[in-house]
């Protein structure tokens, strides 16, 4: 298993926001990008200037995806079904252990606890296809 730091919870949080609730946002982004950002360029004035317009033309699709990315209300949904996740029992009392011996310090508990709940969503969701498991 990987390690549950904040930087892979957050590669985590935004796999599953991208498939969850994310994935017309982020395709219509990637389509401008594909139609109007040359891809292979060589360095010239004229392609630079092509990009930069195809990359100003495509700024509100990427505004769009960055809103949705960081919609706090989904990142509560997904938390929530993290930390309850089946396969993470003992995480959830290592936590609740750590926090009954009032412990003020048990973030690397409360990391581990949703990392493991992420990896079950994200495995939940990749064997039933993408299956939105909440309502939007």
């Not at 985590?12 to 950002?37: E, G, H, P």
């Not at 100003?56 to 079904?81: G, M, N, S, V, W």
């Given at each position: 298993?990987?390690?549950?730091t904040n930087?892979?919870?957050?590669?985590?949080?935004?796999?599953l926001?991208?498939?969850?609730?994310?994935?017309?946002?982020?395709?219509?982004?990637?389509?401008?990008?594909?139609?109007?950002?040359?891809q292979?360029?060589?360095?010239?004035?004229?392609?630079?200037?092509?990009?930069?317009?195809?990359?100003?033309?495509?700024?509100?699709?990427?505004?769009?995806?960055?809103?949705?990315?960081?919609?706090?209300?989904?990142?509560?949904?997904?938390?929530?079904?993290?930390?309850?996740?089946?396969?993470c029992?003992?995480?959830?009392?290592?936590?609740?252990?750590?926090q009954?011996?009032?412990?003020?310090?048990?973030?690397?508990?409360?990391?581990?606890?949703?990392y493991?709940?992420?990896?079950?969503?994200?495995?939940?969701?990749r064997?039933?296809?993408?299956?939105?498991?909440?309502?939007?």
């Amino acid at each position: 298993m990987s390690e549950a730091t904040n930087e892979n919870l957050q590669l985590l949080l935004s796999k599953l926001m991208t498939d969850r609730y994310c994935s017309d946002v982020a395709s219509d982004f990637d389509a401008c990008i594909q139609n109007y950002v040359p891809q292979q360029i060589d360095g010239s004035f004229v392609d630079l200037s092509l990009q930069r317009k195809g990359l100003k033309r495509c700024e509100p699709y990427k505004e769009a995806a960055q809103k949705c990315l960081q919609d706090d209300k989904k990142h509560t949904q997904i938390f929530r079904q993290a930390s309850q996740a089946p396969t993470c029992k003992t995480e959830r009392q290592k936590l609740a252990q750590c926090q009954r011996k009032g412990g003020k310090d048990c973030e690397q508990e409360a990391l581990e606890m949703v990392y493991c709940g992420m990896m079950y969503l994200i495995q939940k969701q990749r064997k039933g296809g993408n299956d939105k498991t909440t309502a939007e």
